[in-house]
């Protein structure tokens, strides 16, 4: 399942072929699936006060001009020029382009002075691509363009689907969360919880297996439930990284909000890594705290 | 109308003299206006028709400006901008200052050295003179936190419009020209505030609304002079009014700009779409309000953004404003069904 | 000056404001009828009656305070660490610090010196990457005593300077909070006007969050109490204000136009002691966000100068918290800032 995941096409803001696939996935596990206004998926059994948020997007570009056979295009989400070139980008209908660029500096390359080597005649201004993702494995070892950028949807899903029926839970498939977690504050606006756990991707390298991250760049987790959590998430962290917690606790009514952060090495880079055990660890933690929310019922 | 919307007064933060403006104008034809603690003026126009669907229609008063930081005892101003403006097109520009007339410069060429001609000012080594003898002949003028704008007059030339202000004076006029008529939608009229500080008063006013559909009618860059690489002119003057995919603030909603584009073509519109990611709106904090609202952006291209000597094309605001209409009408029919 | 000593001794660490939260919810109780915690932590307060025919103004300041959290427990009983708000890694090599785990312990942050370093050239300062604390224990003897996610506080008692000046950490924003209970201490007696309501709120130094979630429903003014830049000889004299100067009052975009003014002349007529500051967008403080709130609410900000901020060694005029506390006091008892 796990490679799947990362061959189904979700740049920021295009993400309705992942909401099919997650729906597809975890269909009859929650009394409702569904979109919302904003793109968001969101599944829920009961009127809880509970959530796990993972993203579904992950990071890309889009076309702004064609001419003479070359497609040019700008970042969807943070993306290096310089890790672009010579890439192969997937288009929604699975064609693909070759990113080129001919300039001598490719540590000083801009994303205007690229361009796609591609079959122009069938796209247009405002088409998405992404980065094909090339997922492998080997050993413990998982490998992926764009890996980090999923991860938290890939644990969140193979806990889920380890469940037949889940009552008391609300699940959100964040939208465009790589363009400033906006999903996460249109759907908060409109709906209260007391405790939300996010599950990410972390870059930073002092988190050296899956961790629960109580203080982030912009949040902090609130010691109670961080004190429930910790007896089924015995390593705990904090990070310098950017995973939403600020804006989370402070959206819509507010919220307690950890997250659950899996390691990822090389982000940003060729083929970024994630070790199996982080990433089963992570599922069993999330599957363990699933648990414990349905036996309160 | 635009005439007297552009060469009006109304920086972020004292939007008050647009604001009057439009709601003397409005007030001829609507009886629901409302303004909000922000400053906002909301006006609703009921449907004509029976079970319509919502259209919220958004554009902000104001304009990029200067604030006066403080008074030298030499009489001249200090400043700093409200929203973005380079520094470098403030250079030997005149000012309006509570009325008065100011002019920002720097020492005359004859003064300067070949390195300091080389480098760029920052505003912050710029200053206003309104002619002022002392710091206390100044301060009966103006004080610290007054704001000023570029004096620029309105202006036709050619097939061309030149004024301050069009980002997003073009909005508030072709919103008002449309609240004249009558419609098939529930119509919402939003003419928010702060909108170049931060997209701040549309974040109030889009609250509690709840729209099937709301559209921002916006300026926005166009770059499309010889020498700029293709790719990076992101629109083109004469080109028709220009939908937005994807900038710093939002993505627009796909079933709206489908639904933009076919009235569009239906009705022979032209129209084009913003080949850029860069640049926000409104439409940034409306699309997370409430839950999240189907939300796209409209734009007439400018040149010159952000500058006293901002240029649009006639027929582009003609054509943008005929497509809003068009879409209203079209909304009547179609109600919000997709096909 | 005791009410100004006993807050800055508090802990109250962003993030991590429980305690602190709990002991001002006992302080207000003696000046007000109904103190309580709200759902993200922060306090909030009706002083005296509530009267539903009143407009109501609300009295904000943030209660937290910049400090560290632990981020790893090294083998030998050193900590690493990392920083909530916007600590100046400048300022703490040297530093006294405790952590504040199941017990509360002393330590010192020392730093590799720089000739032990491998080969960098920067300009000398340490990152705080590399920067450690040293607890006297080893990794075993830590292990009950405190854990990674256990916050740091920069100890610097308070100390009094030359005349009213006054030295300690957490001066931003205790100092604020001081002013504000200066204030109702003022007004305990009056007849009132308004209902007013108070939020102390968490959060502001790691982004203005806790002033997202305050209940805002009924408020039609809101006055923030924060500290602004005090002058010192290194820096910019625009945007700075020698110590003394009184209430600096803010103008600028994110501060009602015309209630900003009223302000200003109740100052002038009182006779106390103001300065004015311009922002030209973002003030930096909980008024950003509340502006924002509900329908949009009126704010007015006023500051306490402070030299050093973000440092344990913050500085402050006690005098200007009694500037601030009379002007508030004036405004509220005038009855005629909300027309």
Request: glycine share 10%; with cysteine.
């Amino acid at each position: 399942m796990i490679s799947e995941i990362y061959s189904v096409f979700s740049p920021s803001g295009r993400e309705e072929k992942m909401r099919e696939y997650i729906a597809d996935k975890i269909s009859g596990i929650f009394d409702k699936v569904e979109s919302d206004n904003f793109g968001n998926l969101v599944a829920r059994s009961g009127n809880g006060d509970f959530c796990i948020e993972c993203s579904m997007d992950s990071c890309g570009i889009m076309i702004v001009h064609i001419e003479d056979g070359k497609a040019y295009f700008a970042g969807v989400g943070g993306i290096n020029a310089e890790y672009l070139i010579g890439k192969k980008i997937l288009f929604c209908d699975n064609s693909i382009g070759i990113v080129r660029y001919d300039g001598k500096t490719p540590n000083e390359a801009k994303v205007s002075d690229l361009y796609l080597e591609c079959d122009s005649s069938n796209l247009k201004i405002g088409d998405f691509g992404v980065v094909k993702s090339g997922y492998c494995e080997t050993g413990d070892k998982m490998f992926a363009n764009g890996l980090g950028s999923k991860i938290g949807l890939a644990a969140v899903l193979e806990t889920l689907t380890k469940f037949e029926k889940i009552d008391n839970l609300c699940v959100l498939f964040s939208s465009q969360k790589r363009l400033g977690a906006r999903g996460i504050q249109a759907f908060l606006g409109a709906n209260e919880f007391d405790k939300i756990i996010t599950v990410e991707g972390v870059a930073d390298k002092s988190i050296k297996a899956c961790a629960l991250v109580v203080a982030d760049r912009n949040g902090v987790c609130n010691t109670d439930f961080k004190d429930e959590l910790e007896k089924v998430i015995d390593n705990i962290a904090v990070t310098d990284d950017d995973l939403c917690m600020g804006n989370i606790t402070a959206s819509g009514k507010g919220a307690k909000c950890a997250a659950l952060g899996i390691p990822v090495s090389h982000k940003d880079k060729n083929f970024e890594c994630v070790k199996k055990t982080d990433f089963f660890s992570g599922a069993d933690y999330l599957k363990e705290v699933i648990e414990n929310l349905q036996n309160k019922r | 109308m635009l005439k007297k919307l552009t060469e009006s007064f109304g920086v972020s933060g004292y939007e008050m003299p647009v604001a009057d403006i439009i709601y003397e104008e409005v007030k001829k034809f609507c009886t629901d206006i409302k303004f909000d603690n922000m400053g906002n003026l909301k006006v609703f126009k009921r449907s004509k028709t029976e079970l319509p669907p919502k259209v919220l229609l958004s554009a902000h008063m104001d304009e990029v400006g200067l604030i006066i930081t403080d008074v030298t005892e030499e009489g001249y101003f200090k400043f700093a901008s409200v929203g973005g403006i380079d520094p470098k097109v403030l250079i030997a520009q005149r000012v309006n200052v509570n009325g008065l007339k100011g002019v920002i410069s720097t020492k005359a060429v004859h003064l300067t050295t070949a390195e300091e001609r080389k480098q760029n000012l920052s505003e912050d080594k710029l200053y206003i003179d309104i002619g002022a003898k002392d710091k206390n002949e100044a301060q009966k003028v103006a004080k610290p936190g007054d704001y000023c704008v570029f004096d620029s007059k309105y202006t036709e030339f050619g097939n061309q419009i030149k004024a301050k202000a069009l980002d997003d004076r073009i909005g508030c006029a072709i919103m008002i020209e449309i609240l004249k008529k009558d419609w098939p939608v529930d119509l919402y009229c939003n003419f928010t505030v702060q909108e170049e500080v931060g997209l701040r008063g549309a974040r109030v006013a889009s609250r509690g609304i709840n729209p099937d559909y709301a559209v921002v009618i916006e300026g926005t860059t166009c770059n499309d002079l010889p020498g700029v690489e293709a790719n990076l002119r992101v629109t083109k003057i004469g080109a028709g009014p220009a939908i937005s995919i994807l900038d710093s603030a939002s993505k627009g909603n796909e079933e709206l700009i489908a639904l933009l584009e076919k009235s569009a073509t239906r009705h022979n519109i032209p129209y084009q779409f913003k080949a850029s990611t860069a640049g926000g709106n409104d439409a940034g904090t409306i699309c997370i309000t409430d839950g999240g609202i189907k939300t796209a952006s409209l734009s007439v291209p400018c040149r010159y953004i952000h500058s006293p000597v901002c240029v649009m094309n006639k027929s582009d605001f003609e054509n943008c404003r005929r497509l809003i209409e068009v879409f209203l009408e079209d909304m009547g029919k179609d109600g919000k069904i997709n096909d | 000056m005791e009410i100004l000593k006993k807050l800055a001794d508090n802990s109250g660490i962003s993030g991590y404001e429980n305690e602190f939260a709990k002991s001002l919810q006992k302080m207000l109780e003696s000046y007000c009828s109904q103190v309580e915690i709200n759902k993200t932590g922060s306090v909030v307060a009706n002083f005296r009656n509530y009267d539903d025919n009143k407009k109501t103004i609300l009295l904000e300041a943030h209660l937290d305070r910049i400090g560290l959290v632990v981020s790893e427990i090294l083998e030998n009983g050193f900590l690493k660490f990392k920083a909530l708000g916007g600590v100046d890694d400048r300022t703490l090599p040297a530093s006294e610090i405790y952590v504040l785990g199941k017990e509360s312990i002393f330590g010192v942050i020392g730093a590799l010196p720089p000739h032990l370093k491998s080969g960098s050239s920067d300009d000398g300062f340490v990152k705080i990457q590399d920067m450690m604390i040293d607890t006297g224990f080893s990794k075993e003897e830590l292990k009950d005593k405190i854990s990674v996610g256990d916050p740091v506080l920069l100890k610097c008692e308070f100390c009094e300077l030359l005349g009213s000046r006054v030295s300690s950490a957490a001066l931003d924003n205790r100092a604020g909070i001081a002013a504000i209970l200066c204030a109702l201490d003022m007004l305990k007696t009056e007849d009132l006007k308004y209902n007013i309501k108070i939020a102390f709120t968490v959060g502001e130094e790691l982004g203005l969050l806790g002033a997202r979630t305050i209940d805002c429903e009924d408020v039609d003014l809101a006055i923030v109490v924060d500290v602004t830049h005090g002058k010192t000889p290194d820096a910019k004299p625009e945007g700075t204000f020698v110590l003394g100067s009184g209430a600096i009052i803010c103008r600028g975009p994110n501060l009602d136009f015309g209630i900003t003014k009223k302000v200003i002349e109740t100052a002038e007529k009182q006779g106390i002691l103001h300065d004015i500051e311009v922002s030209a967008g973002n003030t930096g403080t909980n008024a950003w966000v509340i502006q924002t709130l509900e329908q949009g609410i009126r704010c007015v900000l006023l500051s306490i100068p402070l030299r050093y901020m973000h440092t344990a060694v913050e500085t402050i005029d006690t005098d200007d918290v009694k500037s601030v506390a009379k002007l508030i006091a004036e405004c509220v008892k005038g009855g005629d800032l909300l027309a």
